[in-house]
């Protein structure tokens, strides 16, 4: 199959039974965008994923019986009875995924919005913040993107009774993804019209993984760290900053400072890199492609003279790291730069001339296009040249015809190479980087980071402007090489974001380009098939018949840890959690390419005993909401007309009258009611009416409410303060804040 005379072919899509299914209209290109994002998350995770056409659903209104997650994109062109499919599919324990924002009000009583929602939207609201782990241990994490607003339904739409899981980066109130119980099952609700791309296809599978309870999925499990532009051609110049911190010079910094520290820092945390060699800093694209400014820095070394990027070549690979191939200089293999493509050949040739005399030992299999930058001529003309490449490392982003927007896959312009694609780069990673790691860490097991020798050097002024390009300034925070006591340095900042990395994915391993390949490349092809048999989900592979396998994970919730850790532990199986979502990702380690677990869609835990008991829960449940619909719509709009009239009084007299009635008012209207309260400069009156209100309706809704209503007017008296937060421990609130004012 990987013979090298041969060309790879598409690794094998899932043929089993569907757990995900997609409706799709293929006349909405950002429907299909979408569709095909979680389907590439699923090719990666084995998981079985199929497309539904919308005008199949809407004339057949059926869904596979192994479905666990359905998602859709715009529900406003479904039939009622398709509605009706699945609202019952959700009662029996599926999980709906609405994948954008949405006024469709058929939907309302699914997607928790509040019986009196106005489907007021917001314009302001962008970016994220995970008030749930949507990444391994990543609660809290933030991302602000001011170029996208979501736009989706405003924070008073919704009922008390939906978890909300991420909120906007710049607006806590307003929620971003949702999720809403209902019987058996649950919806989740990205309210948001910021479409899924590449980049964020990790929170995409993240929210399906609420639906994939218990379906253990393989990953690679490798990282990899690039060395790119190293060994390289060095000068003996003083640059900023290193000059002023350190007092040498680019040749002594690398050969000194930096390539010392990487490899200490290699050597403490069993990391292997791959080193990419250019070999001239030239710009020649004709012959004769000499190596001037490589054998020109020369230094003693043992009271010998030695050309120094050939000594750290050769150091490289005696402390165990791989060497790889960056090109004969740093001019892109593109067409646009190569006026005679023919001469990229020559080049390369040449290139392995030079690498044979240095004794690099065997022809590079690994290449890293100069900027990330190659076409279809290029690749061509590598092959060409250097055919013992074969695994090519772009980047994963970018865009294609250029080399990148790369996949784990063969490359799409030419599959006698495959792809191994970079994600992040740099020694000082922003929340950017951070996302797209972890995002695509999630479904792939996989982390591909890049940085140069002279990053440090890369600082904003205008001696870099030219070298620079059209790319971020690497060291954009002019930050020195080492820490100081006022500033984390950027050695030091790289190395916690590993150490960081490697405690929020345990049994991460660091290897070479070339070895992290291999190991893809076998996770790639790998057919694996799923089962339900004797309440246990089975997923294997019979791929792996010796060798390396690869790492399970698997979402559980937290309702359901006690389950699975009984199980592990009694099949004698090595595992360790993070938290994610309502629960813990679990790493599973296994001695083959198989793990059977419990099936948590039987035996996990549960309110109802049956499916007939959970829809007709989930009927009733949709009846009374329409009920709930006719009083307190009505009820809103009589209040604000009265509001409007400045008629205060008249206005908190009829919200008591329902209030004594015990109408279910929602949040909004009780934190309105305190509002209007306080206005008439009565706002300790509140305190007494909610407090009837609770001895007749006890729940964790209601002590809720009580919470919000202090935000408006505090407490009446010490003793009503103390009653309502012994209340919220009572009803085991995980709000720290409640908890540290208890």
Known sequence: LYNFEREYHRPEVSREPALIEFIVDYDNYDNVNESSQLQKTSDYTKIPFQEIKLEDFNRSFRLSSTTRVLCVYDPNDLK?????????????GGTLLITKTTKDERLNYLLGLSPTANYKTDSIAHGYIFKKPLFPDMKGFSYQNKEHHHGGLSEDNFSDYVDVLMTAGNKTTYPV???????????????SSVGFNKLSRGIIFSCALLGLEGIPYPVANTATIFLDDFPSPLYNIYKAPVKEELGVTIAEFVTDVWWPDMKTFASDEDIEYSAYVAFDYNTYIRPPFTFKEWDANLFSKNNKTVQKSSWLGRDVIESGHEMALHGYNHVSLLKSDW???EYMVTALSTTAKKWKTLNFGNLPTSYVPPSNYIDSIGL???????????YIQSTYLGVKEEGGDRDFDPDPYNDYFFGY???????????????????????????????????????????????????????RNNLNWNSSKNKIGLFDRFKNEVVNFKKRHPYSRFLNATESSDLVKDWRYAYFTHLEQNDNYIVDSDYFTSGDVPLWLTYVNEENDEIIEDYLKEQQLEFQKRTLLNGHLYSIKTEDALLSLPNLMIKGENYFTSNAEALAYVREEAILYLEDQKILLPLS???????????????????????????????????D???????????????????KYYQKNKSKRVVNISRSISKVTDYATKRTRENW???????????????NEY
């Open 637 to 671: 709009q009589n209040v604000e007309e009265l509001v409007a009239e400045g008629k205060l009084k008249a206005a908190t007299d009829l919200l008591e009258l329902k209030i004594s009635e015990n109408a279910k008012l929602t949040r909004q209207q009780w934190e």
């Open 380 to 390: 061509a003309k590598l092959q060409k040249g250097m055919p013992s490449i074969k």
């Open 177 to 191: 993804l949702l999720e809403n119980k209902i019987g058996k099952g649950k919806v989740v609700y990205y309210n």
């Open 80 to 92: 009622d009875a398709a509605i009706d499919t699945i609202q019952n599919f959700v009662a029996r």
């Open 339 to 341: 006026k005679e493509p």
């Open 673 to 691: 009611y305190a509002t209007y309260m306080v206005w008439q400069k009565r706002g300790k009156e509140v305190w007494p009416v909610l407090e």
């Open 725 to 739: 937060l012994t209340r919220h421990i009572s009803w085991r609130t995980n709000d720290l804040e409640i908890l």
């Open 421 to 475: 694609p970079r994600i992040t780069s740099g020694f000082d990673l922003q929340e950017i980087d951070l996302l797209t790691m972890e995002s695509m860490y999630l479904y792939t097991g996989i982390w591909t980071h890049f940085v140069h020798p002279d990053d440090v050097f890369q600082i904003p002024d205008d001696s870099n402007k030219e070298t620079s390009g059209h790319f971020e300034f690497r060291n």
